[in-house]
């Protein structure tokens, strides 16, 4: 299994950006799927962005399409989340997972249960 960390979550005003970093320790995290959750005060967890291990095929939720762009640095064990024009309800702790997950999955989104190693969460809090 490969450990994750999360880091970049901050206290933003809205239409701020932030990115946040997911670095992984272990072997083989270049060939691992990572997804980025978020999870709000009170509410379940939720897929925010997944990028795949080496064809860049990537996948975003409604909410931050055009506004997030996910991308990775396999040569840093990283994958970065650069969220702009941030909003009120994107607040809440975003953790990174990764998994073996096929691309032809990935990109359909419904691939939450496909990820087995987690990070421990970074707070992201955007003040209207």
């Known amino acids: 299994q490969v450990q994750l960390v999360e880091s970049g979550g901050d206290f933003v005003q809205s239409g701020g950006s932030l990115r946040l970093s997911c670095v992984g320790a272990?072997?083989?995290?270049?060939?691992?799927?990572i997804g980025w959750f978020r999870q709000a005060p009170g509410k379940e967890r939720k897929g925010v962005s997944h990028i795949s291990a080496t064809d860049g095929t990537t996948w975003y939720s409604d909410s931050v399409k055009g506004r997030f762009a996910i991308s990775r640095d396999n040569a840093k064990n990283t994958v970065y989340l650069q969220m702009n024009k941030l909003e009120p309800n994107d607040t809440g702790t975003y953790y990174c997972?990764?998994?073996?997950?096929?691309?032809?999955?990935?990109?359909?989104?419904?691939?939450?249960?496909?990820?087995?190693?987690w990070g421990q969460g970074t707070q992201v809090t955007v003040s209207s």
């Open positions: 272990g072997v083989g995290f270049d060939s691992l799927a």
């Open positions: 997972a990764a998994g073996q997950i096929p691309s032809r999955l990935l990109r359909l989104g419904l691939v939450g249960a496909y990820f087995d190693s």
